[in-house]
């Protein structure tokens, strides 16, 4: 293992985080929490941590192999969210090393999980530092997503493999083009949905604050009541468009920019995450207007909002959807698996790995039919590499393993069936609430147990690193040579 | 489609199915139920069918393609269950249609979950009806997954492709050596159950019920305690091996009965079916006994015979497991799934799929470890195709996929969460029990409402069908050309 080039990029990391760490002080002048002290402190310790890193590593270049890219990506993110806590446990006294470790691995890996109440009453700083773990968390996703996993090739990420994602010296000055322009497009959608809050009536602190966790479909929010604070139905549409906006292939935004919109219009991935939103959205809609006398406008648009919320893995909500009755708890309960588009900030399973495994299931009863015909298996209008289906098929079923492991342990600390099949989903899957009285939308993971918030923990990271990657870290024959 | 064969088989088997039904009246003399008029009303009807089909399909022989295979299949299982449900029909006044055809379509498939109570002050005949029907699908299962499936390639089942599912001229005289094998085996095993049941105190009619549901992994029983009606503990222990008995591979026992035995003890799949149940069991026992102050051997054996009884798909209980914990429910609810070994009486998802899953997981991380490297994966000492592993992880996929419609259309009848999730993988894998107070070990599925029912009915066949054959059938490509 060369460590060296490893310690000289999380020092740079953990550079931008202490920068990052000073913004609750830096924009809050007016602020008289009296956290200022922490906020600096705990950035001075990851600056010194920082520096400390890049000296060890040293200013030699070094070219990364996949080897070394699995080990550093799995280790940013165990670090990011352990330094992160340290301005949460200076500044709250009653809160407990694991709840201070679950908030922020909740936040960098933009779950969205919250073991804190009160939060209306919060001081804004500490709101903000919430808020922007998660939007740092967003960049680091994207980012991986982009020019990490394809080059890793892990669970049929190969798909989105382009010449950005090849970490040759020829495509160095590409990669670079790229992550300017994911960069720009990030913080631009960050402006625009802070300015567009601000305009359709949130105050100017949430507007900002559920910006920055609306385009890092992470969820957290400025009010113990979520997005339920706000009941204007124009908010709530703006809310669910940015969700989705936040839950799309983000490198097709960076081409549009370019000029090239034709990508974006004729995404499968794209058609097929609407869709499903807008044709479950339409199922509740229609069966809770059978069961009670509703409005239609309304019943619809909180359907379709706290459908995608579930989808797009933000996990914001408007209201207790688990009151909706048992088939609205069923669908939410597979909702939660199937998460957003590749390239996004969102998390779970994936839209394309799902269509990948149904053009599998096509394919599979093609060939029963005719046995001796040669079929071919396409997506968004390309032949597809049957290894590629298999990664991604192969992934699912590691997926849905991985969730019975998770349930189970958290069954085993105590937790009932259907919060421990939640909690597993809603945390392997990045989502945020999950389902029943306890840790439900209208609930609160402050009342799990220390072993069972540990289990979460552990869970939320595993499915940030899209599962196999930790699981190549983890595994003997990584280390046999 | 050519019809004529179909008729043909299909005739055979409702002549054979009208001689089971006048066993309830041949083998019990002295009963004075008054019910023989219907059950020899039913076989005359079902010989009468029989008679007619056989007049169509001519007396020509025809060589059987695929595509007649598909439809002659499907065809059975939808038509054995509705003749089967006459005798209830025509006996149990108070029964509805839709509870009679729950009964049989539970009863053929081997799922075993009841609508009846008062089982134990019930006419004999009818007990004994009950437990023929699951007998019968017994013996069509074993067929169907020795002869069909592997010449269908379904699921990755042409992983037991032998010379005996080529169906082509020269394989014929070997077919019908393994068939009167098999035959032999079931009917061979059937009496050893029951002698052994009755020699360990269970009363003779009960012994010979219990052995026609155990070795077809079908679980009905002679009273609604179920199982629970018998305490002592050799009694326990030896249904728990039958069925596991049930659950392995009959065509080694064939194999066995002729002097090979090599091939059964070194099954990869009984191995790692046998594994799973000890550990399992092990670990419930050791999570009761942290709990509560309990004696180790009962404990033990009543986890592993629930444990045996869920993973083998029998559905026998000993006693409401459900109330052993949330841990518990959770095993229980992932176990529901799994299924028996390929080749035995069972359903669900079977043994050897999870390990060609586990198989592909591991070459997955291997390849991303070394991706350069040739990896091929094996099972019982054999190179297996990369195809037949894409097959049995595609299967996995469309059964967890058609889990969660069922789940979803389940819960639309209002049924809670956990009925409908644990209902819906309960029918599909045709275990029995579910969980909860309705449907759990110790509910009944009479109180489920008729569109729940018949959702669970379509799942039992469905699951029966091993997904698919009937997808297959019901495919617009099937029928174009």
Known sequence: MNWKPLCQILGFILIFLSFMMTLPVILLPGNDSGNWLSFVGSAGFCLTLGLALLLIGGRQTHRLRARDMFVLTSLAWFLIPLLSALPLLFNLQNLSLTDALFESVSGVTTTGSTVLSGLDHMPPDLLLWR????????VGIIGM????LPFLKVGGMRLFATESSEWGDKALPRTHTLARGLVLVYCGLTLIFALSYYALGMPFFAAVNHALTTVSTGGYSTSDASMGQFTALPLIFAATLFMMLGAMPFFLYVRAINGIWTPLWRDQQIHFFLLLLFVVATAITGYRLVQEDLDLLPTFAHALFNVTSVVTTTGYA???????GPAVIVLFFFLTFIGGCSGST???????RFQLCLRLFKLQILRLVHPNAVCTARYNR?????????SAVAFSFVFLLTLALVASLLAMTGLDALSSLSGAATALAN???GLGDLIGPAGNFRMLSDPAKWVLMFAMILGRLELLTLFVVLSPAFWRD
């Open 131 to 138: 808020s922007l773990m998660q939007w740092i968390g967003g």
């Open 145 to 148: 997503a982009i020019a990490i």
């Open 318 to 324: 408007t209201t207790d959807y688990s009151l909706w």
């Open 346 to 352: 969102s998390g779970g399973m994936k839209i394309f």
């Open 382 to 390: 390309q032949p597809v590499d049957e290894d590629i289906i298999v």
């Open 431 to 433: 989502v945020g609430p």
